[in-house]
């Protein structure tokens, strides 16, 4: 929870829920000062847009059109309490729309959605045109503190456990990039027989020909 690497666009983390977000638009404000091309991001879980100060920066970030991205990985628990429990309504997405900044929701656990989602965001926060948010859907895999994987929350938590292991991000990147260069061999494979088969419909060049295009030192 107390990590930083300035040199990885890292500059800190805290424990206190919500407590970078403020830290990133400061940071947003800054690179829009000095008239870099950094884009500021804040990562946070659902519990934190409980706490007013995430409106307070969305309202701020919007107003003065700051080059920032607000992920939410919505892991449907705020510690152990199921989002049903604390709110009215499942749209998240929406957190930025009173202040219209634009939500976004994608599969957490799909590399490429989540990559394609922050590509928009960051090139409409380079154009100038403000913040964006992101809901990324996913689940909690081990404790809200500790290594454990809170099995013991709760037994409708511990059968979703089950289920969302299924969709590891790690491994569906894998299987899919397995497909897509078993595909890519194959039309590799392809074209070698096409040029093979055309060379051997082919004639022979004449024996004159034999000297061209051979560089002698």
């Not at 290594?147 to 709760?154: F, H, I, Q, W, Y």
Request: aromatic share 6%.
């Amino acid at each position: 929870m107390h990590l930083m690497a300035p040199e990885q666009g890292i500059p800190g983390t805290v424990p206190i829920v919500a407590g970078t977000i403020p830290l990133a638009a400061g940071a947003a404000l800054a690179y829009k000062l000095r008239g870099e091309t950094c884009v500021a991001v804040a990562f946070f879980g659902d519990g934190a847009l409980e706490e007013g100060s995430v409106h307070e920066t969305l309202n701020l970030a919007a107003l003065y059109k700051l080059p920032m991205i607000f992920v939410c990985e919505n892991n449907l628990y705020s510690s152990h309490l199921h989002w049903s429990e604390r709110r009215v309504a499942d749209n998240l997405d929406q957190a930025g729309a009173f202040h219209s900044v634009p939500g976004a929701r994608v599969d957490g656990n799909a590399i490429e959605e989540v990559y394609e989602a922050t590509r928009q965001a960051v090139a409409r926060a380079r154009l100038g045109a403000g913040p964006s948010f992101i809901e990324c859907r996913t689940f909690r895999w081990r404790g809200h503190v500790g290594a454990s994987s809170d099995e013991d929350v709760g037994v409708h938590r511990r059968g979703e456990l089950a289920e969302w292991l299924e969709y590891d991000p790690i491994r569906r990147a894998a299987e899919k990039l397995a497909m897509d260069l078993a595909a890519d061999g194959a039309e590799i494979d392809r074209e070698i027989e096409r040029a093979l088969a055309a060379a051997r419909r082919g004639s022979l060049p004449e024996a004159g020909r034999i000297g061209e295009h051979v560089c002698a030192s």
